[in-house]
């Protein structure tokens, strides 16, 4: 197979999408320091780069975030052609496989881990991130932004104004959603 690799840009001005024309994994992994890369020889070695800070992976697609003061333009070609290469030579995004998604909870709890997982996930993975439920305590959702939407300046409009008012609809006992710090 022909590895094609493409770049898209992110709403966080600091983070890139290297989008492949392969599956990478099933899911989402998310790598915000070289020392949490540990059991991914991927992003490992996207970490040996001096301007990389943050590595995520989903579906087809590897998320990018460069340390300040770096240019896109200087690197992008850089990352590009590394992540082609690895694609190519089949280096392994995590060394154990993730297991599938199985929700738990109250039937409102279920329900709201359905709703993210169909609706906001593939929405939020447009954008290089990836969000995950963290618990539904009094009303209140709280989620975890991870990848592009970690520190992403419009994440919170986005969890406002989108998420809450979804889950609001379809979900009578939601009353907000919040976002847990990293």
Same mark, same amino acid.
């Given at each position: ?7 898209? @840009? ?7 999408? #290297? %989008? ?10 998310? *790598? !915000? ?6 059991? @991914? ?5 996207? *970490? ?8 995520? #992976?989903? @579906? ?15 690197? =992008? !070609?850089?990352?590009?052609? *590394?992540?082609?290469?690895?694609? =190519? ?5 995590? +060394?154990? +496989?993730?297991?599938?998604?199985? *929700?738990?909870?109250?039937?409102? =709890?279920?329900? %709201? ?30 989620? =975890? ?26 979900? !009578? ?10």
């Amino acid at each position: 197979m022909n590895i094609n690799v493409y770049t898209e @840009s992110t709403p966080n001005p600091a983070t890139m999408k #290297f %989008i492949v024309n392969k599956l990478l994994i099933n899911g989402s992994v998310d *790598f !915000p320091t070289r020392e949490s890369a540990e059991h @991914s020889p991927f992003a490992k070695e996207l *970490f040996k780069f001096s301007f990389v800070n943050g590595v995520f #992976f989903a @579906s087809n697609f590897v998320t990018v975030t460069k340390t300040e003061g770096t240019e896109w333009n200087d690197i =992008e !070609p850089i990352i590009k052609e *590394f992540v082609k290469g690895a694609v =190519e030579s089949e280096l392994k995004v995590q +060394e154990a +496989e993730q297991e599938e998604v199985n *929700f738990e909870g109250t039937d409102a =709890e279920i329900k %709201i881990q359905q709703i993210l997982h169909d609706y906001v996930r593939p929405a939020v993975e447009q954008d290089g991130g990836a969000i995950s439920y963290k618990s539904f305590t009094d009303g209140i959702v709280t989620v =975890e932004l991870r990848g592009s939407c970690s520190g992403c300046p419009s994440s919170t409009l986005t969890l406002k104004s989108g998420i809450e008012n979804l889950l609001k609809r379809m979900v !009578p006992e939601v009353q907000e959603v919040v976002s847990e710090a990293l």
